[in-house]
């Protein structure tokens, strides 16, 4: 099994920056990690994540340029550094891990609420 531990979220101004972490535990060898969001009355959008092998990242085009996804050297912590936030960034934001050789997340964190004010 594997734990998620989302932190890092909090009310911010539009243009303000967040760091959001996420803790992994258990069985974490070879997993893919992604950050989700879901607004509301939206559907969970997956935002960006990062491969366990060479670290390969994705972004989506809303929040390229804008938002970095990173790990420690362990692969046991993963960030998403938010910056020049908007207020359309309001979500809550879920940490998810899937194995690396499957195409979906199959463990989640509670979430954390970021909310970005005008």
């Known amino acids: 099994q594997v734990q998620l531990v989302e932190s890092g979220g909090g009310l911010v101004q539009a243009g303000d920056s967040l760091r959001l972490t996420c803790a992994a535990s258990?069985?974490?060898?070879?997993?893919?990690m992604g950050w989700f969001r879901q607004a509301p009355g939206k559907e969970r959008e997956l935002v960006a994540s990062?491969?366990?092998?060479?670290?390969?990242?994705y972004y989506a085009d809303s929040v390229k340029g804008r938002f970095t996804i990173s790990r420690n050297s362990a692969k046991t912590t993963v960030y998403l550094q938010m910056n020049s936030l908007k207020p359309e960034d309001t979500a809550v934001y879920y940490c998810?891990?899937?194995?690396?050789?499957?195409?979906?997340?199959?463990?989640w964190g509670q979430g954390t609420q970021v909310i970005v004010s005008f």
């Open positions: 990062i491969t366990w092998s060479v670290g390969g990242t």
């Open positions: 258990g069985r974490i060898s070879n997993l893919a």
């Open positions: 998810a891990a899937r194995p690396q050789s499957v195409a979906g997340y199959d463990y």
